[in-house]
């Protein structure tokens, strides 16, 4: 059996260096070809864009152009690794959304002595993009970050570690509590990890109806507990009034663990001490919390999902970002708002209730899948992500006044083919 860490390497070299290459939409074969793409054609768009910048979507990529950016210093659960060694992970976002949502990107990799820079760096390229996706930035700078670029670009801009990852747990969530026979609103939940990841879960947990009063939330110290003093503001939002301290005490009897944090770092004793049917998101990638096959060994009434995409339940990121970027790319939206992110929690949930197609099994290797235990979200591998999620958000942009478009007359989208219309 091949090695999969040299699997992994050789992916990545061969046949040529890296994920992505750049491809032509006009023809360039002739002298004519030349003049109209190049000098003197191409100052013809230029004038029409100096005139109206919204004529950059009609003559130039911009409406189908995602900018995935980062810092590097919060790479998947790798830690602060720099920008450089995380241009992989946004090569192969850049693979994710043009595979799923037939959107265009590149990446930029930030060496940033400051979330001020970086913030500025980003403002300074913001206008030629259809939208921005942040992309493993730690906390809580990526708060500030996000939160000045959202003020100061009128195209999306969208930190994927946090609202991405969020919709998708929150979609799994609901789903998994149901199939254990709970309900948000009276489940204990465990969040172990307090970054970008774990804060935005959270609060999205709370806003489809989790009591904030019955979440745990663990940094490295422990319990993030109302005694504590050294808690920025976004950690405080989640401080508890609680004797508990440990990962031991908050897990003993807790319904659900969310594990955003790095690996390893949940016992099958731990695990053992849960509720009956608890629901186990351990989701540092690559390297879950507990590994699924030590989960079940440790109790066959656990519901288990994790970020990868070797192991059923793939709760990851992948299900939200291309979509929700099709989604508001196509009505121009000029932001990505709450209600947008809720439709997409809601497409993600019920489509994971629908029949699984052929296409799913034969892309799995399986014959059979259906919702319940071992599947309680759709697979990244659904061609019907695209239009499902995509339609929600743009339909919540349209209902929500932020997009600037009408909802789409080529939708509904049934492969990344048709996404230019027409
Ligand atoms: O890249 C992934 O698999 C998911 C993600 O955003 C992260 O872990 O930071
Ligand atoms: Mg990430």
């Given amino acids: 059996m091949t090695d999969p860490k040299q699997a992994a390497l050789d992916y990545h070299s061969h046949p040529i260096p890296g994920k992505l290459s750049i491809e032509l939409t006009k023809p360039t074969t002739s002298a004519k070809h030349l003049a109209l793409a190049y000098s003197p054609g191409v100052a013809e768009p230029c004038r029409e864009i100096a005139k109206d910048p919204e004529n950059a979507y009609l003559y130039t990529g911009k409406g189908n152009l995602v900018a995935v950016i980062s810092d590097g210093t919060a790479i998947l659960g790798l830690g602060n690794l720099g920008p450089l060694a995380s241009?992989?992970?946004?090569?192969?976002?850049?693979?994710?959304?043009?595979?799923?949502?037939?959107?265009?990107?590149?990446?930029?990799?930030?060496?940033?002595?400051?979330?001020?820079?970086?913030?500025?760096?980003?403002?300074?390229?913001?206008?030629?993009?259809?939208?921005?996706?942040?992309?493993?930035?730690?906390?809580?700078?990526?708060?500030?970050?996000?939160?000045?670029?959202?003020?100061?670009?009128?195209?999306?801009?969208?930190?994927?570690?946090?609202?991405?990852?969020?919709?998708?747990?929150?979609?799994?969530?609901?789903?998994?509590?149901?199939?254990?026979?709970?309900?948000?609103?009276?489940?204990?939940?465990?969040?172990?990890?307090?970054?970008?990841?774990?804060?935005?879960?959270?609060?999205?947990?709370?806003?489809?109806?989790?009591?904030?009063?019955?979440?745990?939330?663990?940094?490295?110290?422990?319990?993030?507990?109302?005694?504590?003093?050294?808690?920025?503001?976004?950690?405080?939002?989640?401080?508890?009034?609680?004797?508990?301290?440990?990962?031991?005490?908050?897990?003993?009897?807790?319904?659900?663990?969310?594990?955003?944090?790095?690996?390893?770092?949940?016992?099958?004793?731990?695990?053992?001490?849960?509720?009956?049917?608890?629901?186990?998101?351990?989701?540092?990638?690559?390297?879950?919390?507990?590994?699924?096959?030590?989960?079940?060994?440790?109790?066959d009434d656990v519901i288990i999902a994790t970020g990868r995409s070797d192991f059923p339940n793939q709760v990851n990121n992948v299900l939200g970002f291309p979509f929700i970027f099709r989604g508001a790319l196509d009505v121009r939206a000029t932001g990505i708002n709450e209600e947008m992110k809720v439709a997409a929690v809601h497409a993600l949930k019920d489509l994971a209730r629908e029949p699984v197609t052929e296409e799913v099994l034969k892309a799995y290797d399986i014959d059979h899948l259906e919702f319940g235990r071992g599947y309680i979200i759709p697979t990244p591998l659904d061609s019907r992500l695209l239009d499902r999620v995509s339609s929600a958000v743009a339909q919540a942009a349209v209902d929500t006044g932020v997009a600037r478009k009408p909802y789409p007359a080529h939708y509904p989208l049934t492969s990344v083919d048709g996404v230019y219309g027409g």
């Fill in 87 to 299: 241009k992989p992970v946004m090569e192969g976002k850049g693979v994710l959304f043009k595979k799923f949502a037939g959107i265009n990107s590149v990446d930029i990799e930030v060496d940033a002595e400051s979330p001020q820079a970086f913030i500025d760096t980003v403002a300074r390229i913001a206008d030629t993009w259809g939208g921005i996706n942040l992309e493993d930035i730690k906390a809580p700078e990526c708060f500030e970050i996000e939160r000045a670029l959202v003020e100061r670009c009128s195209i999306p801009v969208f930190h994927d570690d946090q609202h991405g990852t969020a919709i998708v747990t929150a979609a799994g969530m609901l789903n998994a509590l149901d199939i254990a026979g709970k309900s948000l609103d009276s489940a204990r939940i465990v969040c172990l990890g307090a970054g970008a990841a774990a804060i935005a879960c959270m609060k999205l947990l709370v806003a489809c109806g989790a009591r904030a009063e019955n979440i745990f939330m663990l940094d490295r110290k422990g319990v993030i507990h109302s005694g504590r003093e050294d808690l920025n503001q976004y950690k405080a939002m989640f401080a508890t009034e609680t004797e508990r301290r440990t990962l031991d005490d908050a897990i003993d009897g807790a319904d659900v663990f969310v594990g955003l944090s790095g690996p390893n770092l949940l016992s099958p004793e731990q695990l053992k001490t849960m509720a009956p049917n608890p629901v186990v998101f351990a989701c540092s990638n690559p390297d879950p919390e507990i590994h699924p096959t030590d989960a079940k060994a440790a109790r």
